[in-house]
């Protein structure tokens, strides 16, 4: 099974315990099947960058850290101009910051499954398919 997270999910691998981060069991379950290869994990160029920032930003004195975790996943990234488009239609058809309708556009090109923490847009754009909440993921 092919799966794209956002952000939001990854952030959860890093903050488990936080009483912030919902569903974090769920994102730990997501993140054993990716290391042991039940699921493979392909993401857009942007989903390091956005996650190491916002780790950061909460705790900065671990971001070297996580730098080197997500470098070691060797996570595959995929990004061409179908798929920016698709994520543009996404962003304009339901008025969404387009670095988050990447992930969907992404699950979409790949026929995949976008997990995303995100439930107001999942709420907006759960008729495109190809997109589940983290809470539903077993």
């Excluded at 909460?58 to 488009?85: F, G, N």
């Excluded at 008025?95 to 499954?113: E, G, P, Q, R």
């Excluded at 008729?127 to 983290?134: P, V």
Aim: glycine share 2%; net charge negative; proline share 3%.
């Amino acid at each position: 099974m092919i799966v794209v997270v956002d952000a939001g999910v990854s952030i959860k691998w890093f903050f488990p315990d936080s009483a912030q981060e919902q569903d974090a069991d769920q994102a730990i379950a997501m993140l054993l099947q990716v290391q042991s290869g039940q699921v493979t994990l392909v993401q857009p160029a942007h989903w390091r960058p956005e996650v190491v920032a916002v780790i950061t930003r909460i705790r900065p004195e671990i971001a070297e850290l996580a730098i080197d975790y997500l470098s070691a996943m060797e996570v595959k990234v995929q990004q061409d101009a179908d798929i920016l488009k698709t994520a543009a239609r996404l962003s304009q058809q339901f008025s969404h910051h387009l670095f988050d309708t990447l992930y969907h556009a992404l699950a979409i090109h790949l026929n995949a499954v976008f997990v995303t923490a995100d439930e107001k847009y999942y709420r907006k754009a759960e008729t495109m398919g190809c997109i589940q909440l983290l809470s539903n993921w077993r």
